[in-house]
Nanobody
Framework: QVQLVESGGGLVQPGGSLRVSCAGS????????VGWFRQAPGKEREELSC????????FYAESVKGRFTASRDHAKNAVYLQMNSLKPDDTALYYC????????????????????RGRGTQVTVSS
């Protein structure tokens, strides 16, 4: 059974940095593309990033491009989202998901949240 668990959220000041993690349990996360999403109260889900298996090709939404970086740790069976220059608008529940495919093909944001996702970790950006 595919299980994803996020961690690393917390309270950070505007302009600060935070790294959230997505750990895979019971399966090799290395084999699959992983997407990062967030959802704030009263707002729709927003897809942020996708990192492919294999060569680790990445995709970023315009809202986070240049500030967020997705990466993998093969030894720890984990995927990370490094978030820099955080803004109050980045406040949300952050979660990872996978559709157990290897690439971030068109429609990844729709498929992944339907196949397997974690419960999320809260990120709050406030002074």
């Amino acid at each position: 059974q595919v299980q994803l668990v996020e961690s690393g959220g917390g309270l950070v000041q505007p302009g600060g940095s935070l790294r959230v993690s997505c750990a895979g349990s019971g399966f090799p996360l290395d084999y699959y593309a992983v997407g990062w999403f967030r959802q704030a109260p009263g707002k729709e889900r927003e897809e942020l990033s996708c990192i492919s298996a294999g060569d680790g090709t990445t995709f970023y939404a315009e809202s986070v491009k240049g500030r967020f970086t997705a990466s993998r740790d093969h030894a720890k069976n984990a995927v990370y989202l490094q978030m820099n220059s955080l803004k109050p608008d980045d406040t949300a529940l952050y979660y990872c998901a996978t559709d157990q495919s290897r690439s971030c093909t068109t429609g990844w944001d729709q498929r992944m949240v339907l196949v397997a996702r974690g419960r999320g970790t809260q990120v709050t950006v406030s002074s």
